[in-house]
């Protein structure tokens, strides 16, 4: 199985994805400002597809390198969680956390209150 995701690397954030076992992962590091907006919107639609084709039962987003995450960026998320609960297979979205950065679970903590039986936050 391959992957239609694709990786982004700018200087100030990446997006990288791959499949580990049959779980779909993909880690998030450096800033989600403003400038990462479209490319997080582009690769999120991406990683869309490639859970229609590839019906992982867990979708993993490491943030533990995320350095900060604006508005914008986290309502590309709440799109995300709105359309794998409304697939016909939803996996788990599961974020990754850095128990040091405490910012990172508070701003996530809307998105699994939206969907808690899809969302999951672990704290690491």
Known sequence: MTLAV????TPTFTFVPKLQGTDLCCALTGTADLVAVEPLQDFL???REDVARLRPPRVEVD???LLFINSSCLKAFVNLVFFLREAEHTPLLEFVTDGKLTW?????????????????????
């Open 104 to 124: 990172q679970e508070r701003a996530l903590a809307p998105l699994r209150r939206m969907s808690p039986s899809t969302v999951s936050i672990r704290i690491l």
């Open 45 to 47: 639609k991406e990683l």
């Open 63 to 65: 943030v533990r390198a």
């Open 6 to 9: 694709r990786e982004v690397v």
